[in-house]
């Protein structure tokens, strides 16, 4: 069965079940402070489990794509090591929220298994939860007797709270689980060892295939537990696993699923899979790992250096230093299984197709970025070998070129093991701990329970109306953390704030009480559709009714930025061609950010056409048009954008001005006109294909033009007032590159009469014309002085060493003749000795040059030149 009908079946049978079949939600989450990525089927759900909101469907299901790879599902360093472990992968999912539990989810979960997909009853076994004395839990009976109408009683098997008590985290929502294990041995195997035996024992042909969370109970900050308000199912069943079962092999990677990748893969590093240990696990972590990535991507998260960023960037290295390193892949090739993942996994994925150039741009530059850090780390690496005195290297360097420079600690411990050497494990060890720990001290956040005053189950945000209004406290609680020290999250009845989401900050302003008192809120957030006000203090009587005030002047200019975006991404998409897609958004009070897709640098026409064309949308004072509360349908007819990797419900909200209709929850002005003026202030590349503008409006641009008109009076005083200030300036770059021109004849003069006693100087060493100097040139007058040297003197090497401004150069020159009979290369001497000025360079084998930040080690540099030609 291929896997398309594998996810076909499992989401018609549900349908037949009366379930809401519901498209994947984004794998990146965006507007969720409490999670990167989605890592199971449930998290677009939380709220719901929380009591947050009231589902439109009680049952619904779905094939959620997830990520697994920090925190507590951890699964990347296993990736590839073995068949069964990924970082992105499918759950196949059923829910009910409040309707159904143990009885229907544990007979449809057999009847899918064994009447639909006719897996071999006696191939499966169950567990229960055997309960849990410190948490006053018991055995679960229920699902006990349920699963013995189903199954022999031999196959259900007591489980742990480990293994079969389901938690959200360290609070929320949880419960006792079962989970369904499939034995896919040989019936040899099976007849020697009980499959029973090797449950839960990651044995790779004995695996759990389905997990059914009976959800419960919420698990408190003080760990203990209370019942929920209604009981609730979540099943999460691995989409990879089931279609090995289904398929007959013995490896999620033998599966449909990658083979094509697999086989792309071999095509493209003339590698063979199955043949070799080591070659095997490299092309299994690519093929992994290339999803993950490329679904990230799509969804809307670049690799970058910080947060969900980090992350992919660090799959996708893990894949390239595997290549690297395995495959002999010294250049790009991840990025060339774009193309075959799109052909497979698109028409489910629809994002795949649609963002496939720009996931192959980017994958391409990433990989061409990374492989310049291996070249540049195991010339780092090479230093460090040669000052270690004898055979054992220093964890503590290797950290630092782990830490400091990317390069893999693993490769590190390949290479020495290549030579003879060992590395300091338990120091490298100690040095990643104290990081780690500085890390999680950082990022530590306890947060004790709420404190319910009143029930309210939707908070009513009210804020596109007003910015003022009296509220109720329905609950709060203390969050504490390094970073931000003692705050307290606010839960209003309604609220005018709105919170941190699509790009936009949250807002700020206060709570009044009846008798004068402030509270400041500083920030609003958003979290499993509850709006949290943050506050440094509480008020001293909660129960009271407040007036919540917000900054109306911060809201204003917010709004202005907003609208000037939706303008913009218009004007871009005018100027540039319909290819112009958002591709990350960052409103703030003071300055607003769009990152885009787009393959060049703007030109500055390009700029002012795209200036010109907002502040004429500005100057046409054109009246905001808001459709809320719309269905999906109505807004695309409109002709609003959806965009990938955002999460839309069954209502939206879309915004037009004039031809400009986007689906956006953010606050605008109410006319254009408001928006005063807009000016763009930077424009750079991001990553490959992404460009970034960085623009200003209303008071910012008012400000703007003030240190404009401040910074050129203050220039023409300086010119002494000149009538035509540009003329002045002209006239000053004139004369500026006559005397510069004058000062090159003069250092060439000197270079010339230095020259000759530089010949002087020039030792005979092993039949090498050998010079090494510290002189006081410019680079490009020492690069005439040596290439004269080397036509009239033959044999020759040259090690020049300058100062400019506090900055250390070094030049190398070897005779071509030279660099052929005795293998020199200039540009391995100055990547060497540029360390010694704490800096390195490269060029030719004939001519090379190298900078650094310590001109100190120059004199240290020119001695240790002499040990290339001894």
């Given amino acids: 069965m291929k896997s398309q009908q594998v996810r076909q079946q499992f989401l018609d049978f549900f349908a037949s079940k009366k379930h809401a079949i519901v498209p994947s939600s984004p794998m990146v989450l965006k507007n969720d402070p409490t999670l990167m990525f989605t890592n199971a089927g449930m998290v677009p759900f939380k709220e719901y489990f929380l009591g947050q909101k009231k589902a439109t469907n009680k049952r619904v299901a779905d094939s959620q794509k997830c990520l697994r790879v920090s925190g507590k599902h951890n699964d990347l360093e296993e990736v590839g090591k073995d068949t069964y472990h990924h970082t992105m992968f499918e759950m196949l999912g059923n829910w009910s929220f409040g309707d159904y539990f143990k009885k229907d989810a544990i007979a449809w979960a057999w009847e899918l298994l064994t009447d639909v997909y006719k897996i071999d009853k006696d191939c499966l076994y169950v567990t229960v939860f055997e309960g849990a004395e410190e948490d006053g839990l018991a055995y679960d009976t229920d699902a006990y007797n349920f699963w013995k109408q189903h199954i022999s009683e031999d196959r259900i098997i007591n489980g742990n709270k480990k293994d079969n008590f389901w938690e959200m985290g360290a609070q929320g929502p949880c419960g006792p689980c079962s989970e369904i294990h499939v034995d896919i041995r040989s019936a040899e195997e099976k007849a020697k060892i009980s499959g029973k035996s090797l449950v839960n024992k990651d044995h790779p042909q004995v695996v759990e295939i389905w997990n059914l969370v009976f959800m419960e109970y919420n698990r408190k900050a003080d760990g203990s537990l209370e019942k929920l308000a209604a009981q609730h199912v979540d099943t999460g069943m691995g989409f990879e696993r089931l279609c090995m079962v289904l398929q007959n092999v013995q490896s999620n990677y033998d599966t449909d699923v990658f083979t094509p990748l697999i086989r792309e893969i071999e095509a493209i590093t003339n590698n063979k899979y199955n043949v070799n240990e080591e070659t095997d696990i490299a092309i299994r972590v690519i093929a992994d790992h290339v999803r993950a990535v490329a679904f990230a991507i799509a969804d809307g998260q670049l690799p970058s250096n910080n947060g969900a960023g980090y992350v992919i960037r660090r799959i996708l290295r893990r894949a390239i230093r595997y290549g690297f390193t395995f495959l002999n892949k010294k250049e790009p090739f991840i990025y060339k299984l774009v193309n075959t993942l799109s052909k497979q996994m698109g028409t489910y994925f629809p994002e795949l197709k649609a963002q496939s150039q720009l996931i192959t741009n980017v994958i391409k530059e990433e990989e061409h970025s990374f492989l310049r850090t291996l070249e540049q780390g195991l010339i780092l690496l090479d230093g460090i070998i040669k000052n270690t005195n004898g055979t054992e290297v220093s964890g503590k360097k290797a950290f630092e070129l782990y830490d400091t420079y990317g390069f893999p600690i693993d490769l590190t411990s390949l290479i020495l093991s290549e030579k003879g050497m060992t590395l300091n494990e338990a120091e490298f060890n100690t040095e990643l701990e104290k990081q780690k720990n500085r890390s999680r001290a950082a990022a530590t956040v306890e947060t004790d329970d709420w404190v319910v005053l009143m029930n309210d189950h939707e908070e009513e945000f009210v804020g596109y109306d007003i910015l003022e209004t009296n509220v109720k406290i329905t609950r709060y609680r203390k969050v504490s953390s390094k970073k931000d020290g003692d705050l307290y999250q606010l839960v209003f009845n309604l609220t005018p704030f709105y919170p941190e989401g699509g790009g936009q900050v949250g807002d700020k302003g206060y709570l009044e009480a009846s008798n004068g008192n402030v509270i400041y809120i500083v920030d609003t957030k958003k979290e499993n559709n509850l709006i949290i006000h943050f506050a440094k203090s509480l008020p001293k009587d909660p129960s009271q009714t407040f007036k919540a005030v917000v900054d109306r002047q911060q809201r204003y200019r917010t709004a202005c930025n907003h609208s000037a975006t939706h303008l913009l991404h218009q004007a871009l998409r005018e100027v540039l061609g319909t290819h112009v897609e958002q591709k990350g958004s960052a409103v703030h009070s003071k300055n607003l950010r769009f990152d885009f897709s787009h393959y060049a640098k703007l030109t500055a026409d390009e700029l002012q056409a795209v200036e010109d064309f907002v502040n004429a949308r500005i100057d046409s004072k054109i009246p905001l048009k808001e459709y809320r509360n719309i269905p999906m349908e109505t807004a695309l007819e409109k002709g609003a954008m959806a965009l990938f990797g955002e999460k839309y419900g069954d209502t939206v909200r879309a915004i037009q001005f004039g031809n400009s209709v986007e689906l956006c929850g953010g606050t605008h002005v109410q006319n254009t006109g408001d928006i005063w003026y807009f000016k763009i202030t930077s424009e750079s590349a991001i990553a490959a294909g992404i460009r970034r503008i960085e623009a200003i409006t209303n008071d910012a641009v008012k400000e ?138 490269g060029g030719q084998p004939f001519y090379a040059t190298a900078g650094g930040r310590n001109p100190d080690g120059i004199d240290f540099a020119l001695s240790e030149a002499k040990r290339y030609i001894s």
């Fill in 704 to 841: 703007y033009f003030s240190e404009n008109n401040k910074a050129f009076t203050e220039i023409k005083n300086l010119l002494k007032n000149p009538k035509n200030p540009k003329k002045a300036i002209l006239d000053l770059q004139e004369e500026n590159n006559t005397l510069k021109k004058q000062v090159e004849r003069l250092l060439k003069d000197k270079a010339k009469n230095l020259k000759g006693s530089l010949k002087n100087e020039i030792q005979n060493i092993n039949g090498v014309h050998f010079l090494t100097k510290r002189i006081d040139l410019d680079q490009n007058t020492i690069k005439d002085l040596v290439f004269e040297l080397g036509n009239e003197v033959g044999n020759l090497f040259v090690l020049i060493g300058t100062e400019a401004n506090g900055k250390a150069m070094l030049t190398c020159y070897i005779s071509k003749n030279l660099v052929e009979t005795k293998k020199l290369d200039a540009g391995k001497v100055v990547r060497e000795l540029g360390k010694l000025i704490h800096g390195g360079g």
